[in-house]
């Protein structure tokens, strides 16, 4: 039990490091320059999203963060953690917002789908208004959820970290 503990540990913390670090990525450097490059980085976030393989890697990454955490919490908890104890509540909270991110980053992972459908609709023609209309519609609606994505596993990482210090 004690190897299957260190094993899944260690399997979390990499893949929560693998999907908080592109999180952030995205929301503190891609996202802004690809808004501040118009329509050639939207060319950039099409090969990133087709060639670059990231909403697959970021899917197993943060797939990976949630089954071993659930694995983890079963095992050290048998169950549901005492919610009377410090740590015991910040593992539960974090476990629920990392929940809550991963159901939102799915969401995202469906929006890119469909902006890249539409871009390759729009591709060798001029698109139309209503088509610039729609893709913008999405692509804010996919930084959105993306931004709260970010937050929710930020907050997700401070209920493990904190975990180890409110030990009662």
Known sequence: MAWALVILRIIHIFAGVIWVGAAYTMALFITPAVKASGAEGQKFMQALAQH???????????????????????????????????????????????????????????????????????????????????????????????????ILITLSLLGMVLSEYFVI
Not at 57 to 86: D, E, I, K, Q
Not at 109 to 124: D, H, N, P, R, Y
Not at 135 to 148: D, V
């Open 52 to 150: 670059g393989k990231l909403p697959k890697r970021m899917s197993m990454a943060s797939g990976l963060t949630v089954l071993s955490g659930l694995l983890l919490y079963g095992l050290l908890f048998h169950g549901l953690a005492p919610l009377n104890t410090g740590s015991g509540l910040a593992l539960t909270l974090g476990g629920l917002f990392g929940l809550l991110a991963i159901m939102l980053g799915s969401r995202t992972g469906s929006t890119m789908k469909q902006i890249q459908a539409l871009s390759a609709e729009v591709a060798g023609a001029e698109p139309k208004p209503e088509q610039l209309q729609r893709l913008g519609a999405l692509q804010e609606h996919m930084a959105r959820n993306s931004a709260i994505a970010t």
